[in-house]
């Protein structure tokens, strides 16, 4: 019986790498996002060339959260780093900050934090 390996490259390939965790690529989005915001472009090119430049000193400068959501959001980010009581701690000081970030609605439930401590 044949095994799959990896990411689904040919039998024999190199197997190709796995994708990053969809919620990291959400935060380096909305980091992307706000530090796009905070300055004005004259052009698409003029804004890629700020990426590029910023991407190639290997980390983009992460904005500070601008309202009581965004800054609950990244404490979310921060609970889905965490393990154990801290998760479930980190998703509840989220709600304290904004009522309004459906993630901490989500991480601050008891049966899927142990559900999601579970699987991660």
């Known amino acids: 019986m044949p095994t799959k390996k990896g990411g689904g490259g040919r039998p024999g390939g190199p197997a190709e790498p796995p994708l990053p965790d969809r919620r ?3 935060q380096q989005m909305s980091a992307i996002t706000r ?3 905070a300055r ?3 052009s698409i090119e003029e804004a890629n060339a700020y990426l590029r430049e910023a991407l190639a ?3 983009l400068p ?3 959260p601008a309202t009581p959501l965004e800054e609950a959001q990244e404490v979310i980010y ?3 780093e965490a393990r154990g009581k801290r998760r479930l701690d980190l998703a509840r000081t989220a709600l304290t900050i904004s009522p ?3 993630d901490a609605y989500y991480y601050s439930d008891t049966s899927v934090f142990w559900l999601s401590s ?3």
Request: hydrophobic share 50%.
């Open 118 to 120: 579970t699987f991660d």
């Open 62 to 64: 992460t904005p500070a």
């Open 57 to 59: 000193e290997g980390t």
């Open 100 to 102: 309004d970030c459906a």
């Open 35 to 37: 530090l796009l915001a």
């Open 78 to 80: 921060q609970a889905l």
């Open 24 to 26: 990291l690529m959400e």
């Open 40 to 42: 004005e472009f004259a």
